[in-house]
């Protein structure tokens, strides 16, 4: 079965440079959430899109921004980059029709970006 | 931010051993969740529960959402070595249904070692 896709899996940047993450989620799926997960934590819900509108904020930082597509595919752009922006970033999606409402709770999650800023 | 409690922190257990793991809340919850995530990698949806009460089960994981609708524990039987991981609850609080704010609330983890 096809998963989230997430590009790319690993990157590397210096301190003040920008990063932009790429998702794709499952196809018929309209939700996309993005993460951060940093070692030993909990994954931190950053922003989601429903229908390419913004649903959600959470404890993203002024410094990123993100954006839902025509196609559902979502960006996370960051930046002036931090050390301790260094972290797993992932994208999850949700599906758009299930049989019953609460299976829209039901996040699928990509396998993830590692970003290391130096 | 709001946050489950995740017991126990980690466990270390021998192969074939029965596993058990609970998250509580202060709220009553609508949706409880349960995934594992093996390191660097994504964690992976293995039981979805809606209905206080519910239990399910997946191959060797049974998970129940508790009467009370605040609770939910997690049972793997017959441990073996590729139960390694790390594992969470997350869940969806009543009050946060609403339109289309899906964000879930997550536990800590429960670290599970496997001894062969």
Known sequence: AAGVIQSPR???????????????????????YWYQQGPGQDPQFLISFYEKMQSDKGSIPDRFSAQQFSDYHSELNMSSLELGDSALYFCASSPRTARIISSYNEQFFGPGTRLTVL | GQQLNQSPQSMFIQEGEDVSMNCTSSSIFNTWLWYKQDPGEGPVLLIALYKAGELTSNGRLTAQFGITRKDSFLNISASIPSDVG?????????????????????GLGTSLAVNP
């Open chain 2, 86 to 106: 790390i594992y969470f609850c997350a869940g969806q609080p009543r009050h946060f249904y609403a339109g289309n704010n899906r964000k879930l609330i997550w």
């Open chain 1, 10 to 32: 690993h990157l590397i940047k210096e301190k003040r440079e920008t990063a932009t993450l790429k998702c794709y989620p499952i196809p018929r799926h309209d939700t996309v």
